[in-house]
């Protein structure tokens, strides 16, 4: 399987000791993942986009981009195949306009269901789906969706990314129903603006705020939310991992089924994401 960073936070900020760094870092679980990575960020709203079917670990350039990566919003992947060879097409994040997505999962019988989910990316989307994997089509299928409550190129409300993202994990648990493996789809997408993580199948962990900030003393960003649990459902940052990260952050694991998002305003809020119905933002709980 595969590995997912995401991080979004009110100012931009470096990301080289989670990539590279870091004990368990993602360029370190890439010893394990050796079939591609993919980093991107943003700059001036667009995401730069970087992939390779090399081994993070072992790749220069992978170091590179982690070293200059300073930005606001960051999703990253590393990646063992499981669907597709192992070509820079099947790499993730894959990318359509402002949005970004990565995929740690499995859909089993993929050669079975595939033109079933193909048929579910709208018509005018299919022809930017390039690779083999389930993970791309996940991806596009989401876009889709959200492409029902208005143009892809627009601010999206996070209730519409939210319903677009049930109906995405909804619809491809559906098709790809098998008793004997059932389908792994935890998923993170991000516009920039806003983050949104999944978890269905496989681990993800997300923290808010830290023990004690290193740069507490030089940052014009400092509040209380920081280095505390928040109070108003307001954070500075918001990073979620398929494996928790040594250092100063403070980690929590989701649930089998939850969701995790931050807003363009930076609200966070955590919550199930049904197969039936999803649940009202009244209903999440905000992150405390």
């Given at each position: 399987m595969c590995r997912l960073f995401?991080?979004?936070?009110?100012?931009?900020s470096q990301v080289h000791r989670s990539l590279v760094e870091a004990e368990n870092a993602l360029g370190i679980q890439s010893n394990q993942h050796p079939d591609g990575w993919g980093v991107a960020f943003y700059v001036d709203g667009a995401p730069?986009?970087?992939?390779?079917?090399?081994?993070a670990l072992?790749?220069?350039l992978f170091k590179r981009i982690s070293g200059v990566v300073a930005s606001e919003t960051v999703l990253a992947h590393v990646r063992q195949a499981t669907q597709g060879k192992n070509s820079v097409l099947n790499c993730h994040p894959f990318q359509y306009?402002?949005?970004?997505?990565?995929?740690?999962?499995?859909?089993?019988?993929?050669?079975?269901c595939r033109e079933a989910l193909l048929a579910e990316v709208a018509p005018q989307l299919r022809r930017f789906v390039l690779g083999e994997t389930d993970s791309e089509l996940i991806f596009f299928?989401?876009?889709?969706?959200?492409?029902?409550?208005?143009?892809?190129g627009r601010h999206h409300d996070i209730r519409d990314i939210l319903s677009a993202l049930r109906k995405t994990i909804s619809r491809s648990a559906e098709i790809s129903a098998d008793e004997e493996r059932p389908p792994l789809l935890t998923f993170m997408v991000t516009d920039g603006n806003c983050l949104v993580a999944v978890q269905w199948g496989k681990p993800l962990f997300y923290s808010t705020y830290k023990n004690?900030?290193?740069?507490?003393e030089v940052c014009p960003s400092l509040s209380p939310e920081c280095e505390a649990p928040t109070r108003t459902g307001f954070v500075n940052h918001l990073i979620v991992s398929s494996e928790i990260l040594q250092g100063e952050n403070i980690w929590h694991e989701l649930?089998?089924?939850?969701?995790i998002t931050v807003d363009h305003r930076m609200k966070v809020m955590r919550g199930k994401i049904d197969k039936v119905e999803l649940p009202t933002l009244d209903q999440f709980n905000e992150v405390i």
């Open positions: 995401g991080f979004r936070s009110v100012i931009p730069p986009l970087t992939k390779s079917p090399t081994t072992d790749d220069v306009g402002r949005w970004v997505g990565a995929h740690n999962g499995d859909i089993p019988n993929l050669e079975k299928q989401f876009l889709s969706r959200l492409a029902e409550y208005g143009p892809l004690r900030c290193a740069d507490r649930e089998e089924g939850e969701v």
